[in-house]
């Protein structure tokens, strides 16, 4: 089948997936806190009221960045499946997730731009560990593209174990997990109250769920990358991986940004650094 | 051919002296449009006279010769800066001078220069021509645009006695140096170009006199002056090769061990102009200086011509341990600056960083050199030339209402100065929102590092992804600044009305620019950017060369989603559309909000600058370290070789 048709198609079925997953994961947690939680399709019922909501704007310009960062998230995904070179995803990737610090930034609220500023700490503690990814998993396979990295001959995850640990690490930040969830939080009691999403209401925090299920999915497909010789594994180890990280968030406090940074750093140049110099050196 | 590139250099020697003349503001007005008209014309007609075509050498028309001009203008030079050293009371700038014209003389008067071949003076190709048609309307934009900025720079700052003559007469004086140093073959030839860069850069950066700029402005000459110094040793070394001078036949093919001590104090100069660590200091000092001359070394002379030069000798270097460490010291730079630029407030200085790293990716891409590398290097010449361009203007205007550089002082740029806010945004957009040329540059470089071998292939890609991450975090800064929307009083809103229009066409116009590129990016790499990346390394392969389409529609895409839909923001009626959440306290959407026990507390907002995680100082310093080791080995491997 023509990678475009993958393309057209993440952009239609990544929310239901990414709805799921966040379904699964409020069961999952509540019942870590020995609580029954909402029945699996309620992150759709309450997008769906979200949608329909007045929004209560600051200013005029939230609203468009916000679309924009629900459109470059989608796009982010539909040009993976749909074959352009991985390499250039990840920098559409890191624009995508900008949209969102853009659009806090805007408001001139302390809570908001205090959110806003930590969430450009994350993308600068996320974004090597990404672009490295990606580069490896080319230099592994020897092709560019997501559909050709599934067909290559060569199993990518035996190959870069350490991306893949580190790969768990950083998840942690793109799925907004504590210890790693410096920027929002869902806790009013807490310093932050809710972060950067803290001005935006209605509609206009149902694009910013939006587009986290399409980040989620993204996060899927690039595990898919790893087991490239099944996909099922694939989206198996995404499971495990997504299970760890709901069990760490429930079991762990918010980490100070500077630890943040310097922890992704630390885990991306040992593991992926160290990993990538033997891809270079062992032939 | 010829004659057109002489009357390139020509031309603006003699407007610069012209203007040395005028003093009446209006009739200097007219003559700067008009010779900018000129000169920017020229470069057009040029570059379409050279058409599609390979590589012409040609020497002065009419059977002219250079006789001891070469010379003569050497010991004017010498005998300025032997004046301006004592005057100051610095004599390291001398001593390098005085270096430079011994060596020339003793080429010159003892007959050792070996005979050019005729016909070889000038050398013009592909690169020549994207250099040329930067400076000739880059450079000229940049030069109409100071006419509206100087006013306002004196108006705020009316302690500094305006010399004005003088300044636009070295804009041009400038410009005519730049075309001659990037269409010189006969390397002495270049060299004259170059020393005549330095001593503008030095007199631009030291405008105002003020003891601060003028301790930058000799920062400036003395670097530059000892990459000259470097540049004349390795002529002096090259005259007993046969043709050694001859630039085009020295950088023919890998260069043999006899050349290489003479390339690598070529590499030097290229280093130094190009403002790599350690001698990045210089570039700070000059964003001390009127914004204009921030712009004209910056984006589209003075820095360039480091890279040119580095461009240039790429197929010599590339593939030695020489273009290794050359590499290295470019990469390196590239991500030390970009991490001190993290912790950086001042505007300029955060785009001086930013450039810095640009030159530094373009270095690494020389130093390695391969069909896609110098694909990339030549790229960023020209997205950096026409978006980083417009970026200094734009922050000249703001700082003339602003009377600050600080970027925490830009809040809610949008609303005070919503058509120069647009503008940034397209520059910004330009320089790095991805995917648009320099992030395409940057990708097709980390595709041409996955097949580097070896250890130096790993390092570079870890090199890359950090670098190119920290960039995210200033420029971030610096948008969320910008887009902020607050309600405006009356006053506020009619500051943008005292803007100049020489500032409005000038930004504009480099503005449509960044535009075209992003939209042309194809073309440009088809037609002149790919066949001078293949003829450079006689590489066959044209993969590299084609953008694909989706890639080409996402580049407008997010090059044009910003300042579109700040342009729509700005129009609205209202700015403020609701309170914002100060945790249930009452607020005005100006930002005052009700405090404890009844007070009350003006919202201020700083960016973050991760104070206790990285030193910005301590980096810099690190950095000039690590490099300054780099240039040594450099060095002595140049020695070595032979």
């Not at chain 1, 198996?236 to 991986?241: D, G, I, P, Q, S």
């Not at chain 2, 953008?547 to 300042?563: G, K, Q, S």
Request: charged share 10%; with cysteine; proline share 4%.
């Amino acid at each position: 089948m023509n990678p475009v048709v993958y393309g057209v198609l993440f952009v239609f079925l990544a929310p239901v997936f990414g709805g799921l997953l966040a379904g699964v994961d409020r069961i999952t947690s509540a019942r870590m806190q020995s609580r029954v939680g909402p029945p699996l399709l309620q992150p759709f019922y309450d997008l769906g009221k979200l949608l329909q909501k007045d929004a209560r704007q600051v200013n005029p310009i939230v609203e468009p960045l916000l679309l924009g960062h629900v459109g470059f998230m989608a796009a982010t995904g539909a040009m993976l499946l749909g074959g352009t070179d991985l390499i250039f995803v990840a920098f559409v990737f890191a624009l995508a997730a900008l949209f969102l610090v853009l659009a806090a930034g805007s408001v001139n609220s302390p809570y908001s731009f205090a959110g806003a500023e930590r969430e450009l700490i994350v993308l600068l503690a996320s974004e090597p560990f990404f672009i490295l990814m990606l580069a490896a998993i080319c230099k592994v396979s020897g092709e560019s593209s997501y559909g050709g990295v599934l067909n290559s001959a060569v199993m990518v995850a035996p190959k870069l174990p350490g991306v893949l640990l580190a790969f768990a690490f950083v998840a942690t930040i793109k799925l907004r997990k504590s210890p790693f969830d410096i920027s929002t939080s869902h806790h009013a009691h807490q310093e932050l109250v809710s972060g950067l999403t803290s001005d935006m209401s209605g509609r206009l925090l149902g694009y910013v769920e939006m587009a986290h299920w399409y980040e989620s999915a993204i996060l899927a497909a690039f595990v898919v990358l790893f087991f490239n010789w099944s996909v099922p594994l694939g989206l198996l180890a995404f499971a495990v991986t997504y299970g760890a990280e709901v069990l760490v968030d429930n079991s762990t406090s918010r980490a100070k940004w500077q630890l943040v940074l310097r922890s992704t750093w630390v885990v991306t140049l040992l593991l992926v650094g160290g990993n990538v110099l033997a891809l270079f050196l062992i032939k | 051919m010829g004659s057109l590139v002489v009357f390139l250099v020509a031309f603006p020697l003699l407007a610069g002296g012209l203007l040395l003349g005028v003093r009446n503001g209006n009739l200097r007005n007219v003559i700067v449009v008009l010779a900018g008209l000129v000169v920017a014309g020229a470069s057009i007609a040029t570059a379409v006279t050279f058409g599609n075509g390979n590589a012409v050498f040609f020497d002065l028309p009419n059977g002219l010769t250079l006789g001891r001009s070469l010379l003569v203008v050497e010991i004017v030079i010498a005998a300025f800066v032997v004046a301006v050293g004592i005057h100051y009371r610095r004599i390291l700038a001398p001593i390098l001078v005085l270096g430079q014209l011994a060596i020339s003389l003793y080429l010159e008067l003892g007959g050792k220069t070996p005979e050019l071949e005729p016909g070889r003076l000038f050398w013009f190709d592909r690169l020549s021509m994207v250099m040329i048609l930067i400076i000739g309307i880059v450079g000229t934009l940049i030069c109409v645009h100071s006419l509206g900025y100087m006013r306002g720079f004196h108006r705020s700052s009316p302690m500094i006695k305006g010399r004005r003559t003088v300044f636009f007469a070295l804009l041009f004086v400038f410009l005519g140096a730049m075309f001659g140093l990037v269409t010189s073959n006969y390397l002495p030839l270049m060299q004259v170009f170059w020393e005549i860069t330095t001593l503008c850069s030095f007199l631009l950066i030291g405008y105002t006199r003020t003891k601060e700029t003028i301790g930058y402005a000799f920062d400036a000459l003395n670097m530059n002056m000892l990459g000259g110094l470097g540049f004349s040793i390795a002529i002096l070394m090259l005259s007993g090769q046969p043709d050694g001078l001859d630039l085009a036949r020295l950088t023919a093919g890998p260069a043999t061990a006899a050349l290489l001590p003479a390339l690598a104090l070529l590499c030097l100069a290229g280093l130094t102009k190009a403002a790599q660590m350690p001698f990045s200091r210089w570039l700070l000092g000059a964003m001390y200086a009127p914004s204009p001359t921030s712009a004209l070394l910056h984006s589209s002379t003075m820095v360039k011509a480091g890279v040119f030069l580095l461009l240039r000798l790429s197929p010599a270097i590339a593939g030695s341990n020489l273009g290794t460490l050359v590499a290295f010291t470019g990469m390196l730079t590239f991500l030390f600056v970009s991490l001190v630029g993290v912790t950086e407030q001042n505007t300029k200085k955060v785009l001086a960083y930013s450039t810095i790293g640009s030159l530094g990716l373009i270095v690494g891409c020389a130093g390695l050199g391969s069909p896609e590398l110098i694909w990339v290097g030549m790229m960023i010449i020209i997205f950096h030339a026409v978006a980083k361009g417009l970026l200094f203007l734009v922050v000249g205007t703001i700082e003339n209402r602003f009377y600050t550089k600080d970027m925490e002082n830009f809040d809610a740029l949008l609303s005070r100065l919503p058509k120069v806010s647009v503008l940034a945004l397209i520059g910004i957009s330009g320089m790095f929102i991805a995917p648009f040329g320099v992030v395409v540059a940057k990708w097709t470089a980390i595709r041409a590092f996955l097949d580097v071998p070896g250890w130096q292939g790993a390092a570079l890609l870890v090199i890359m992804a950090f670098g190119s991450s920290l960039t995210i975090f200033y420029w971030g800064k610096l948008l969320i600044k910008v887009l902020a929307m607050r309600p405006m009083t009356q006053h506020e809103r009619s500051i943008e009305r005292r803007v100049s229009r020489f500032e409005w066409l000038a930004e504009i116009t480099l503005a449509v620019g960044v535009v075209a590129v992003a939209a042309l990016i194809g073309v440009i790499s088809e037609r002149v950017v790919g066949p001078q990346a293949l003829a450079t390394f006689k590489g066959t392969s044209q993969a590299f060369l084609h953008v694909e389409p989706a890639m080409l529609v996402t580049m407008i895409v997010a090059l044009l989603f910003l300042p579109t839909l700040a342009l729509w923001a700005s129009r609205q009626k209202r700015y403020d559309m609701a309170d914002f959440y100060a945790a249930g306290r009452p607020v005005t959407s100006a930002g005052v909000m009700g405090a404890a026990l009844g007070g009350v507390r003006t919202v201020t907002l700083r960016n973050y600058y991760l104070e206790g995680v990285v030193n910005g100082a301590l980096v810099f310093r690190a950095g000039t370290v690590v490099c300054g080791v780099l240039l040594i080995a450099l060095l002595t491997v140049g020695m070595l070789a032979r």
